[in-house]
């Protein structure tokens, strides 16, 4: 099947005219403080606790890279980073809690910032960024997927009263149901919950990958959830509709991260890089999600800026614009320490400015 | 028509579409004060003036000269001397092929393109106008201190220079695409990254309209 995509944004309706609804206009006023973030991700370490079906840090050459162990080093790069605009940090690979020391120092240079851990060793409190959580189903599926026993009951030990933490499900094939098991247990200890799509990475033959009928019910799934958990689930329609599209994020919107934009003028492509554990980076692999098949991608990382980066595209219509606001709203929920969530504006997700011609 | 350098015919048109008068340049005009003290004669620039000048007048625009090629001069000028002057629309924009006579003797000749000056008047005014309208516009969405519509500067990088990202080269497009009525497409607003850039991106939008 050959699929085109035409890009609206078009200026069917004023830009005036959209914010002219004070409710628009409000959430304009309140994301848009954020314009002034800009991300690099960062390998902390070569070493995981557990070892995941489909990681995506051990697939490629990423964890072959030498370790720097050197808490100087990290500080001489951070401030490095700062100089040259990077105002958010996100700590990634293989397993950032490992390597507290490191973290603190990325935190002390650069104060907004990110990390994902699989939540089994606690992150001490004074690094305060956002902490996400991975959560792969129920713990019999983790079980099966990470050979990790009682990861739920374990990541809530150590993040029960923590407000950093935010936990991060996975969606896979196999785990669209155990969501709603999982969902219950947060919103019963007062946690929050976020999702995230599984995206295959390059030559990825396992079972994990999506299929048309696994990301209807993921739809579905996350519809319901979000419906009957406000307060604990972190997401909006829209959202659903893009991460659970038959089309992946590159192909719907043009990853802007430097992987697949040659431009380096401005924005992702201007600022934006990887660093491995060695504190190398390479521009051609750059991107949240390294090693992910790009066609496959709807990751959540790479949603938070990719959505968010088509910020004109969507600037067409109220409702378009009001999807996309709720979108990047949940997106500074999920990323940001202290930033609050408002209600989503958008009932309906249905708001995606492309026309598809199959 | 009469001017203290020369007297002037109104201006003819023939079927061909030639432009056609009658100059005399009287032994008081200025351009004889100097060139040359002792032996006056008409200066050559003199010459493609008074084909400008008919031009306008037959046109009934302001114009001037912007450009000339393959000039010849033949022959020298000297006071109280009547020339004809012949030019024709040339197969280029503005362009003009003239030729000034003494009588049957040809005293020069060549190819000149002019251009109209209150149209230009008109569209620098549009151009200062849209200019400082994007000023404000790109102080005001990125709340820019100590600088004014009339003292920024046009070279200004809005990202190299001022810092500002993607994320605000959308906004002020999308403010943009409001106040003027054009459509900008996507590709384009992230090379918008200039105050010159924009206003010449916003004149040449709105000439294609």
């Known amino acids: 099947m050959t699929t085109k995509v035409q890009v609206a944004g078009t200026g069917s309706c004023k830009f005036s005219d959209i914010l002219a609804s004070p409710a628009i206009r409000d959430r304009w006023e309140k994301v848009r403080q954020y314009f002034f973030l800009r991300e690099s991700t960062y390998d902390m370490t070569n070493r995981c606790n557990i070892r995941c079906d489909g990681c995506y840090y051990f697939n490629g050459e990423k964890h072959l890279a030498a370790e720097e162990c050197d808490p100087l080093a990290w500080q001489t790069l951070m401030v490095e980073e700062k100089k040259r605009g990077i105002t958010f940090a996100v700590l990634a690979g293989a397993e950032p809690s490992l390597v507290p020391e490191l973290c603190r120092v990325c935190f002390e240079t650069i104060p907004l910032g990110a990390i994902a851990t699989n939540g089994l060793r606690p992150i001490p409190r004074d690094i305060d960024y956002r902490i996400h959580v991975s959560v792969w189903g129920n713990d019999a599926a983790s079980l099966l997927v990470r050979r990790a026993p009682s990861m739920l009951q374990r990541q809530l030990e150590i993040y029960h009263d923590d407000a950093r933490a935010i936990f991060i499900y996975t969606f896979t094939p196999h785990n669209i149901e155990q969501a709603a098991e999982v969902t219950r247990i947060l919103a019963a200890k007062g946690q929050r919950i976020s999702f995230n799509m599984f995206s295959a990475p390059v030559g990825y033959t396992g079972p994990l990958r999506h299929d048309a009928a696994s990301l209807k019910a993921t739809a579905d799934m996350m519809a319901k959830l979000l419906a009957e958990y406000p307060d604990t689930v972190l997401y909006s329609p829209y959202s659903i509709i893009v991460h659970t599209h038959a089309m992946g994020l590159h192909d719907l919107f043009s990853c802007p991260y430097p992987r697949q934009n040659a431009s380096t003028a401005v924005g992702l492509g201007r600022s934006f890089r990887q660093y491995r554990t060695d504190l190398g980076w390479d521009r051609a692999a750059a991107c949240c999600v390294p090693d992910t098949d790009c066609a496959d991608c709807r990751h959540y990382a790479a949603g938070s800026a990719v959505v968010t980066a088509r910020m004109y595209r969507h600037a067409d219509h109220p409702q378009t614009f009001a999807a996309w606001l709720d979108y990047v709203d949940t997106y500074l929920a999920v990323w940001v320490r202290h930033y609050e969530k408002g209600a989503n504006l958008s009932s309906s997700g249905n708001h995606l400015p492309v026309q598809e011609d199959a | ?209």
């Open chain 2, 1 to 209: 028509m009469n001017s203290v350098w020369y007297a002037m015919s109104a201006p003819e048109r023939t079927v061909k579409g030639e432009i056609r008068a009658q100059v005399h340049v009287q032994a008081d005009s200025p351009w004889f004060d100097g060139h040359f003290p002792d032996f006056p004669v008409v200066p050559a620039i003199a010459q493609v003036s008074m084909i400008v000048d008919m031009v306008a007048r037959a046109s009934g625009s302001s114009l001037y000269l912007k450009s000339a090629s393959r000039i010849k001069f033949k022959q020298l000028v000297t006071p109280n001397t009547v020339l004809t002057l012949q030019a024709k629309a040339g197969t280029e924009q503005s362009q003009y092929l003239y030729r000034i006579r003494a009588g049957t003797e040809e005293v020069s000749s060549g190819t000149i393109f002019l251009a109209n000056k209150d149209a230009e008047n008109v569209m620098q005014a549009d151009k200062n106008a849209t200019t400082i309208r994007v000023a404000e516009i790109i102080i005001n969405e990125l709340k820019l201190e100590d600088v004014s519509a009339d003292t920024f500067d046009p070279d200004l990088d809005l990202v190299d220079e001022v810092g500002i990202d993607s994320m605000d080269l959308a906004t002020i497009a999308l403010v943009i695409r409001d106040e003027f009525g054009i459509r900008i497409d996507e590709d384009d607003y992230p090379k918008l990254t200039t105050l010159r850039i924009i206003a010449n991106y916003i004149d040449e939008k709105k000439s294609e309209v």
